[in-house]
């Protein structure tokens, strides 16, 4: 069994502030782990990815995340946030044979001017 | 032009109608998937097929139903449409053979409202 926990459903940060969405996971087998980012009105966009390579994971528009096992985290980090990372991110986990993905329920992050 | 389209975008029908939804790909992907997603739920799986011949319920496959026509497209139904199956709808692909196996690439979502 697989499960995802995305702690806060609604960020808040200013322009030029460190962005940070936190994700946590529960897996029986090493899991493959997923960003994905919505912006409004449109589809799920994968952002990064980490399967058993580097556990520090460089994705789109400046984001990474990093992989720890004994904290069972992948959060999602970015220096610096810019008005168009305005979205929805959803974390992920696939695991064992088959594959399938378990989504969090999604974190909403608002940028400030 | 975009590897995972949905038909139709946007839809509005009544209670009791049934309904199709139709997902192509051109990525030549043997896996695809039906998700829903609802506000603050994230997406839940409804339908995944791993080939033509291999189609197995999700999450929350009840009222609904599937038909994988071809490797690149695949539909769902509802057969009597209901209010609370008002959602957003999405259709993913992905590659078992890829090395990043399970990475799935998402459509543009069908916005559904049953009234």
Not at chain 1, 93 to 107: A, D, I, Q
Request: glycine residues 8%.
């Amino acid at each position: 069994a697989q499960s995802v926990t995305q702690l806060g459903s609604h960020v808040s940060v200013s322009e030029g502030a460190l962005v940070l969405l936190r994700c946590n996971y529960s897996s029986s087998v090493p899991p493959y782990l997923f960003w994905y980012v919505q912006y409004p009105n449109q589809g799920l966009q994968l952002l990064l990815k980490y399967t058993s390579a580097a556990t520090l994971v460089k994705g789109i528009n400046g984001f990474e995340a990093e992989f720890k096992k004994s904290e069972t985290s992948f959060h999602l980090t970015k220096p610096s946030a810019h008005m168009s990372d305005a979205a929805e991110y959803f974390c992920a986990v696939s695991g064992g044979s088959n594959y399938k993905l378990t989504f969090g329920k999604g974190t909403l992050l608002t940028v400030n001017p | 032009d975009a590897d995972v389209t949905q038909t139709p975008r946007n839809r509005i029908t009544k209670t009791g109608k049934r309904i199709m939804l139709e997902c192509s790909q051109t990525k030549g992907h043997d896996r695809m998937y039906w998700y829903r997603q609802d506000p603050g739920l994230g997406l839940q799986l409804i339908y995944y097929s791993f080939d033509v011949k291999d189609i197995n319920k999700g999450e929350i496959s009840d009222g609904y139903s599937v038909s994988r026509q071809a490797q690149a497209k695949f539909s769902l139904s509802l057969e009597s449409a209901i209010p609370n199956q008002t959602a957003l709808y999405f259709c993913a692909t992905s590659d078992s053979k890829s090395e990043g196996r399970g990475t799935q690439y998402f459509g543009p979502g069908t916005r559904l409202t049953v009234l």
